[in-house]
């Protein structure tokens, strides 16, 4: 956190950032971050990502600092397929983030390489997304220089670390390429082509960017074709929007048996229609020594057994760690646990802290619980008496992992991630 208004910084190559760390290249500047890689004093090589504080105006400085220091802590996964986080610190106000240096060149540079292990890569890259998915957290920016390929041949996704709010974030990225067609606009599903329309973010959005790689990775071209001018990039969202990708690239394909249906699942322009779970896409791919290699002691899965009962675990959001343990906030008799913002005009027995976001609605959610098969449900909205039609939804809406849920009800089990605003919860057994 900072107490005072961020100064500005003009890192070039030999500076030093927080006393530790020498510039050894500069690598990415933008609209609301500076990449570096940097080594300190002990020869070690990290990159170093700087969040541009000094550019907010200094009454926003404070709430983008928290929601960097949130998303930093959220984004502490332990995985063989992410480049691991470091440590975090501060420079003159301004928040900055250290990850690992791996020796690697970019997806983007083998596209339709012979030297690429198709199958091998795709697996990899699901298995990056999977254990983002299970941490409750959704990568936002998956495309192909976000996407790295180690010396061993390994893969490894980076750049899922977003600075200051998701939403606000992704949106100001779009806007501030308004003037040129940024490459990268190619790998975002269609529902963010309207983003200041929505606040949820969900794991169908990495899906359909992995379906566009694969596209790329099996013809060398984009699904709906080239992006160069405005004008392509207006013909580009109107055939993402209506499905229309190129087929008849896979029609001589020698495995288009195995591609097209993978394809047909991941580019669907209606969200709801696409694959919803990582592992429904790795089960439709051939079985070989490619599997998943696990980290000891990471906390990626989610506890399945139940001793006691169920609880939610903040894996995203303004108090990520924070454990609500169901069945002791339960009140009895009544079985029935209220969510929403925290706000004295609403009583919530979960009430969510929303402090860099305004998301979540006061009545936002109820969880209940069935003695009778022991079985928890979550609906979304909450029955008001002093609304005409009683029962009143949430404005944005409430997920059971990609999927929107109603009043009617949906079951929930230990691993499901619940998706109210930009808080993820994820449902464990204790």
Known sequence: MISNTAQRCDFR?????????????????SLNNQKFKVIDSEGKEYILKL??????????????????????????????YLARIIKSGNVNGNPYLLTEYRRSIPLSQYSRSNKLDLLKTVKEILYGLRDLHKSGKVHCSLNPENILITEGGHILLTNYVIFGERYKALFNTYKSHSRFIDKNLAYQAPELYRLERS????????????????????????????????????????????????????????????????????????????????DDILDLLPENEIIYQETPNNQIKAQSSITNGIMLH??????????????????????IITIGRAVNSVFNVLELSEKTTSYISRRHSTIEFDDKTETWYIRDGQWDNNAKKKWVRSLNGTYVNSEKISEEGHIIVPGDIISIGDIKLRVEGY
């Open 314 to 335: 903040v894996m995203q959001g303004d108090e990520v760690g924070k454990l609500y343990r169901l069945p002791e906030i339960m009140p009895f008799p009544k079985r």
């Open 199 to 278: 606040c949820t973010l969900l794991p169908v959005i990495d899906i359909y960017a992995f379906g566009v790689i694969l596209f790329q990775l099996l013809t060398g071209e984009l699904p709906f074709g080239k992006i160069v001018t405005e004008s392509d990039w207006i013909h580009y969202q109107s055939r993402a929007k209506s499905d229309d990708w190129n087929r008849n690239c896979l029609v001589r394909h020698e495995e288009r048996d195995l591609w097209m249906p993978i394809l047909e699942q991941c580019l669907s322009a209606d969200s709801g229609n696409r694959i919803k779970n990582i």
């Open 13 to 29: 190559i030999h500076d030093i950032i927080d006393n530790k760390y020498r510039v050894e290249r500069v690598l990415e500047t």
């Open 51 to 80: 969040i541009k504080l000094w550019e907010v105006e200094p009454s926003k400085q404070q709430r983008i600092a928290l929601s960097a220091d949130n998303e930093i802590k959220s984004c502490r996964i332990d995985s063989n």
